[in-house]
């Protein structure tokens, strides 16, 4: 029987498996920067960061370590929302407190070190974020393991830190409302059919046909991302084609990588309910 770190290890695998998810690397689709192989690889680093969080270490320890793990195959960032995504959950299900009401325990509990071990994340991969507002510019994650001082100055813990952002980042809005979404895409996993790559484009695309991606609104812009959204509400209603629209999307350089982050977590929670793979 898998742990809990395996199947954090699993669902991110099986995220970059699923296919067709428009716009994302897949087994049938590498993006210019970006390869299949690479995060596979990526995956695989992670795996003792992940075995951190199952062990109970600190949330924000295990993620650091997980995201440096990812970070040693070519392709640089492969996974980093992904992670952020799957290892409170890690966390959670190791002690037996996987449900909304237990994430949301584990990441309350992170303290002032889980946000600079957070920071010092960011020193291994390049990550796309939006500028910080003018008063929260110590604080710019792009400063990495530069910015614990000010961490530390405002006493903020890993959960202030995502609550400053969930209004402008989809992670970090599952981090302040208990995972919903992840838990919700479980479920339709859980109640699908067919092998399991079908089953995670499919969640993919209801996730992705039920709220705009911030990471394309970071990257592309909010209209991009609403257009985006109605797209794959279209795919959802037979009205068009997946294929067509995860070739269209690589081909613009539109990532909805934030609805991969959380197609990962719910594939997570999938697989320790009982998903057979």
Not at 46 to 59: M, N, Q, T
Not at 184 to 207: N, Q
Request: with cysteine; charged share 25%; proline share 4%.
């Amino acid at each position: 029987m898998r742990d809990a770190a395996a199947n954090g290890q699993l669902a991110l695998l099986l995220e970059v498996t699923g296919t067709p998810k428009p716009g994302n690397v897949d087994r049938h689709r590498d993006h210019e920067d970006l390869r299949f192989e690479q995060f596979v690889a990526g995956a695989v680093g992670a795996r003792p960061g992940l075995e951190l969080a199952a062990d109970g270490a600190r949330v924000g320890r295990a993620f650091e370590r997980a995201v440096a793990g990812m970070s040693e195959q070519s392709g640089g960032n492969t996974q980093f929302g992904a992670l952020l995504t799957v290892t409170p959950l890690v966390a959670a299900a190791a002690a037996d407190r996987l449900s909304p009401s237990g994430a949301a325990a584990v990441v309350e509990a992170t303290s002032v070190e889980d946000a600079c071990d957070f920071y010092r994340a960011f020193d291994h991969v390049d990550v796309a974020v939006d500028d910080p507002p003018p008063e929260l510019d110590d604080l710019d994650v792009r400063r990495g393991g530069d910015a614990t001082a000010a961490i530390r100055d405002r006493e903020a813990t890993l959960y202030d830190v995502m609550r400053l952002s969930a209004d402008v980042d989809g992670v970090a809005a599952e981090w302040t409302d208990g995972f919903a979404r992840s838990f919700e895409a479980a479920g339709w996993l859980l109640a699908d059919d067919g092998p399991v790559y079908r089953r995670t484009s499919r969640a993919f695309l209801r996730l992705l046909a039920a709220e705009i991606d911030t990471f394309v609104v970071t990257r592309n812009g909010r209209a991009v991302a609403e257009e985006v959204r109605r797209r794959a509400r279209a795919v959802c209603d037979g009205e068009a084609d997946a294929e067509a629209l995860a070739a269209e999307l690589v081909d613009r350089g539109v990532n909805p990588g934030t609805t991969a982050d959380l197609t990962a977590a719910a594939l997570f929670v999938a697989l320790e309910r009982g998903l057979t793979v």
